[in-house]
């Protein structure tokens, strides 16, 4: 296979511009992920510590293999809402006794852990994580419950919290619920869903009604202990499979389960060499242009993306502003989609669903790059069917069946991210890099394109078009879907796996890779009627 | 002409004698017995012969199966080596009876020189000196005066019967004499039911010097120079050298001749060893050691000269070379003994699996061993792990080589005696020669023998092991091993290792950057300027700022064997999780190594004071004694006699 070439000059003026921007974007990041972290901040944990508990993310680090991997995912849930930074859970993918899993855990520093809207569809698409790829999930139980202020937001939707554990344990999927503390009312149906539950003395709280409930409900006078303890659980109810004497043991005990799952991984597994990439990915931060309005060459960011920068190139001279072809990721072997020029013509459309059809014949997993405006417009290309072609691409993308994997590295503007494979085609794993943008178009479009319609719509009314109202309300538009194009904006609302610093792209790639292979990869051969 | 060789022993002599057997052409016979069947000495021998038994007393003592051995392979010669049957007059009789070669002095010169009081009258009698001594019988008063007078104070007291420094007495000057006979005599009188007391020259400061003689069937006898082996422990000497730094030539010439003249008392034959004390001058009659001495390399060399050579052509009835009757010394050598066992407690032997063993092969370094990497050193005989000399050209240079292979050596697995040995090595009064039998009385073993890293050193040693198993973990792993070592998208604290070390507890905490380098916690204080130069899981380049230090790491389960340029470090992993202690009685005693029960002194129910021996057991050819740390009743016996027990076993739980 051929190594990539470069023609980076890490001397330019272009680069070293970009360089500094991005620099700057990812300290940004950073302090957003480091803020995160803080949970509910210094006083929370400073309680929690005094209580003699350990924090969410000790509980993961010591439930983890010690130096493997952790993919923290969502890192940036809830950013720019009236919710905690991080929505009060930390979810993601690691490797817990040889066997990589989700884990998912409540941060009970953060608002006691509790469940907002945010909170909930991280924890759902951890569950969905767990499912698509066949990963046990592993449940770190403290939280207060809903987030009652929340509650016209999460009731209706938390019900598939449990019909999700209960539908993963039918698929053979393993759940384990290790409960360090409160899980009650709704909560306590997730020990209670799960395969295995492991419930830590004197600090579980596992029941329906607390004891004010109770008494109002029926004047019995009871205990937390006697409602919902963890020795209760373990020697009268039969809730708890597993006592355990502190968190520590808890976390042994959890380790334990996931040893004797005997899991064996379903996919092919790596079949390349893991080797580095030629290209130092650090030249990403000046490759990536400061102003995604001008393009940038894939195949630079591939380079330094592939196994020794390895890339086969199909269709090369052929739809030239898509890149499709073959290379593989730490091993695993891949198939590559990037947008090199924006714009997707028939060409490209073409080019792109007969690749599609290839990777699906091999059960080679895709891999999806965006920096798209979307399909293109014009006299010309409607009349020689650019919709066809486009909805081609969708239908190949739409019915693929080998794990799809998506880099919002660029723009993502209209059905160009559908017929990337954007989020609602139900990619595996989609990572973005905190400078992307996604929205139907750019801001000074979509102003642009109101604007004209009003013009329009004021001559047909004979009204007279006021044009200081109008550059106001431009500027209002631009300012609005520039706020939520932004990378935070869409990662807040989960709708990607998380933001990633671009040159964490091969790792946490391979991560993801690696998770993919634990269920099996196999192709597709049926799509729907293809419009010639 | 001797043929083939059976050597009558076992260990690094064996192998000792073997090598020089190869070298000169002769076909060479090992004894073995049961836990010896896999050991280095079985395997180097061209063939070897079982003894079916354990114990030395079933095995390497027993005379008509060396001789039995022999006749079944064949042999025509046997070597005793040292320890053993070395020095029993009744192998060599039986070998001679077999109309085998007899590797050593005539069964007479044996026995002659066996008894230490028929020896010494022996010499005496031919004007070699004795510490000079009185039977008290019936003499008091004025006499007793003189007798001490003519002996020379400071005088010891001593009991005939004696043993256990029961009714012995240090007197100093003539009006503590006779209170000081008078309770030696009733205390002896009480001990022993005899209450005969002797006195006798008493040397505070003596100094163990050594001649090596070699003697042949034609009358030759010469005198190989002396050895010094002052330095000891439990009687047992530790450090050996050539040269004595004691001597100057005229008492060189004194006790060589000395040494000579006792030889020729019962006209010797083969090599032997005269050792005398040694004071300001003076010297005394100690006793004959009828045999190759363990410390005889040292003499090898500084003269050039193979002592198993010689003494193998002296069996063969040829005369001692020309080279051999005038002999020449050049520079010094030291010698080492690494023993298995615990300098700071009590030198307590030390049983378990050797892990690693390696003397860095320096110039000038000669290591004589009977183990090798994972050797058993087991309870059954010697803990002896390695002699390791050093020749140099002068006596410093010696000691500091030695030093340095000893420090630098491979020695995983076991506790053993090398700190306290390179200690005394690197001492200024073993340097400037001022040393004698009380050095390591003068000298505390605790002190001496705590491991030679310093606290820094130890905890950089750690963060040496921690990050040595991280990679053989990341190397190991099936599964996403090409993925940076514990990679984080959000960091959040560090990874983390503990370890037990000399210092109690360190926590080291690591991570490698995404962007490069590594970030080292020490617990929890950064370690500034950390950079890895190297890493593998087995050897570690680590800088902390301009300072680089190199370390070799080896694991055996929670066990990390540091080695680095301080010296040897080890390390015990602590559990990720810590099990829940299991709760002990109180008042629980262990058995402070495996050996063997001898006798339970109490019963279950018992009342018992404090100090009270509860039980007697055998280890390592020594007893040992449990006694009641409290006053209070014995409520468990856990051992009875002739039960084979573990290290830390629970014996006896005594409730206070």
Not at chain 1, 256 to 284: C, F, M
Request: hydrophobic fraction near 40%; charged fraction near 25%.
């Amino acid at each position: 296979m051929q190594v990539l070439p470069t023609k980076v000059d890490r001397t330019s003026e272009d680069f070293q511009a970009n360089r500094k921007a991005m620099t700057e974007k990812l300290a940004e990041f950073e302090a957003l992920q480091a803020q995160a972290r803080m949970g509910g901040g210094q006083k929370y944990i400073d309680r929690h510590r005094a209580r003699g508990k350990l924090l969410v993310r000790e509980r993961i680090e010591l439930l983890l293999d010690a130096d493997s991997p952790f993919l923290e995912l969502s890192t940036l849930a809830a950013w720019g809402t009236d919710k905690n930074l991080g929505a009060n859970a930390v979810t993601g993918i690691g490797v817990i006794s040889g066997v990589e899993c989700v884990i998912s855990a409540n941060d009970p520093t953060s608002q006691a852990g509790s469940s907002n809207r945010y909170s909930l569809a991280k924890t759902l698409r951890a569950q969905d994580i767990a499912r698509e790829n066949r990963l046990p999930l592993v449940n770190l139980v403290e939280s207060g419950g809903a987030d009652l202020p929340d509650q016209a937001e999460v009731f209706i939707t938390g019900g598939k919290w449990f019909r999700n554990l209960t539908q993963l344990s039918r698929l053979g999927i393993p759940t384990i619920a290790l409960v360090f503390g409160n899980s009650t009312a709704g909560g306590a149906y997730v020990p209670a869903m799960c395969d295995y539950s492991v419930m830590v003395k004197e600090r579980a709280k596992v029941f329906l009604g607390g004891p004010p409930l109770v008494k109002m409900a029926t004047g019995e006078e009871s205990t937390d202990e006697e409602l919902g303890g963890a020795e209760m659980h373990s020697r009268v109810s039969g809730l708890s499979d597993y006592f355990a004497q502190d968190e520590h043991d808890a976390l042994r005990m959890g380790r334990e389960i996931v040893a004797h799952l005997n899991w064996r991984k379903e996919g092919y597994g790596p079949t390349h060499s893991p080797n580095q990439p030629v290209h130092d990915p650090d030249d990403l931060l000046g490759i990536i242009p400061q102003d995604l309005r001008t393009p940038f060459d894939m195949l630079e960011v591939l380079a330094r993306t592939l196994d020794g920068s390895r890339f086969e190139e199909y269709k090369a001279v052929y739809g030239t502003s898509m890149i499709t072809g073959w290379g593989s990721i730490h091993g695993f072997a891949i198939g590559v989609i990037a947008n090199q020029q924006g714009v997707i013509f028939s060409e490209e459309a073409q080019k792109a669903t007969e690749f599609i059809q290839l990777c699906n014949r091999y059960d080679t997993p895709l891999l999806f790059v965006h920096n798209t405006t979307g399909y293109m417009v014009g006299k010309a290309y409607e009349q020689r069917g650019i919709i066809k072609d486009g909805a081609k691409m969708i239908n190949a993308v739409a019915n693929s069946g080998v794990p799809h994997l998506v880099v919002m590295a660029g723009v993502s503007y209209g059905a160009g991210n559908y017929g990337m494979s954007g989020k609602s085609y139900n990619p595996r794993f989609v990572f973005g890099w905190p400078n992307h943008k996604v929205a139907v178009m750019g801001p000074k479009q979509l102003a642009g394109v109101m604007s004209i319609i009003a013009r329009q719509s004021a001559d047909e009314q004979g009204r007279e078009f006021d044009v200081d109202a109008d550059d106001q309300r431009r500027a209002l538009i631009e300012a609005q879907i520039g706020h939520e194009e932004q990378a935070y904006y869409s990662s807040a609302r989960i709708r990607d796996d998380g933001l990633i610093d671009p040159r964490d792209t091969r790792t946490v790639l391979g991560i993801a890779l690696s998770a993919v292979h634990s269920g099996e990869v196999k192709g597709s051969s049926d799509f729907g009627v293809f419009r010639m | 002409m001797i043929r083939k060789v059976l050597v009558a022993n076992r260990g690094e002599i064996a192998r000792r004698i073997f090598r020089t057997c190869r070298a000169m052409g002769i076909a060479t016979v090992a004894v073995f017995s049961e836990p010896d069947r896999h050991a280095p000495f079985v395997s180097d021998a061209d063939e070897a012969y079982a003894l079916n038994g354990v114990a030395a007393a079933e095995t390497y003592l027993l005379i008509e199966a060396m001789v039995a051995a022999a006749r079944a392979t064949g042999a025509d010669a046997v070597h005793p080596g040292y320890g053993f049957l070395a020095e029993n007059a009744g192998l060599a009789e039986a070998v001679i009876a077999a109309g085998l070669t007899w590797i050593g002095p005539t069964p007479r010169a044996i026995a002659a020189m066996g008894s230490k009081l028929e020896s010494k009258r022996l010499v005496a009698a031919a004007g070699v000196p004795v510490l000079p001594s009185v039977d008290l019988t019936s003499i008091e008063g004025e006499r007793l005066r003189a007798a001490a007078l003519v002996i020379g104070y400071p005088v010891l007291v001593k009991a005939s019967a004696g043993g256990g420094g029961k009714g012995m007495r240090i007197v100093r000057s003539s009006e503590d004499l006779e209170v000081a006979v008078a309770g030696a005599r009733r205390e002896a009188g009480s001990a022993f039911g005899d209450d005969t007391v002797f006195l006798e020259r008493y040397l505070d400061s003596p100094r163990h010097i050594e001649v090596q003689i070699f003697g042949d069937h034609h009358g030759n006898l010469v005198a190989l120079f002396e050895r010094e082996c002052s330095i000891q422990r439990r009687h047992q000497k530790i450090i050996e050298e050539a040269p004595s730094p004691a001597l100057d030539e005229a008492t060189r010439q004194q006790m060589s001749e000395a040494a000579v003249t006792t030889a020729r008392t019962v006209a010797y034959e083969g090599a032997g060893t005269v050792e005398f004390l040694f004071q300001e001058g003076e010297f005394f009659f100690l006793e004959m050691n009828t045999r190759l001495q363990v410390e005889h390399p040292v003499t090898e060399e500084i003269t050039g000269l193979d002592l198993v050579r010689l003494q193998l052509l002296v069996a063969q009835g040829e005369a001692l070379p020309e080279a051999v009757l005038a002999p020449d010394m050049v520079g010094h050598a030291i010698e080492a003994r690494l023993y298995a066992e615990d300098p700071r407690h009590d030198f307590l032997p030390v049983t378990g699996k050797l892990a690693g063993f390696e003397v860095p092969d320096l110039p000038g370094i000669r290591v004589e061993s009977g183990v090798e990497n994972g050797s058993e050193i087991s309870l059954f005989y010697d803990p002896m792990i390695a002699k390791v000399v050093a020749w140099a050209e002068t006596r410093a240079e010696a000691a500091s080589l030695l030093a340095a292979a000893l420090q630098r050596a491979r020695l995983h697995g076991l506790i053993t005696n090398r700190d306290l040995l390179v200690r005394i090595l690197r001492h200024p009064e073993f340097l400037a020669g001022q040393i004698d039998t009380h050095f390591l009385e003068r000298h505390s073993p605790v002190e001496l023998g705590a491991p030679l890293p310093d606290q820094t050193e130890v905890r950089l040693a750690a963060v040496a092991a921690a990050l040595a198993a991280q990679a053989d973990r990341r190397l190991r792993t099936p599964l996403l091993g090409s993925i940076p070592s514990g990679w984080r998208n959000s960091p959040s604290q560090l990874q983390e290792a503990t370890f037990e070390t000399e210092y109690g507890l360190v926590t080291v905490g690591y991570r490698f950057e995404a962007r490069g380098g590594i970030t080292v916690g020490i617990d929890g204080a950064a370690l500034e300027g950390a950079r890895l130069v190297h890493l593998s899981p087995e050897r570690v380049g680590l800088a902390a700022g301009r300072h680089l230090r190199w370390f070799t790491v080896a694991r055996m389960g929670s066990i990390h064997h540091v080695d680095g340029p301080a010296g040897y470090v080890r390390l015990v992993e602590q559990p990720r999780f810590p099990a829940a202690p299991v709760e002990e009685e109180k008042g629980s005693l262990h058995s402070p190594m495996p050996g063997k029960v001898i006798k339970v002194m109490v019963n279950e129910g018992q009342e018992v004071a404090e100090g009270e021996v509860l039980l007697v057991m055998e280890a390592m050819k020594m007893e040992h004694t449990l006694r009641a740390p409290h006053g209070g009743v014995v409520r468990a016996i856990r051992a009875a006699a002739g039960d084979q027990v573990e290290a830390d076993q629970v014996l006896v739980v005594v409730e206070g």
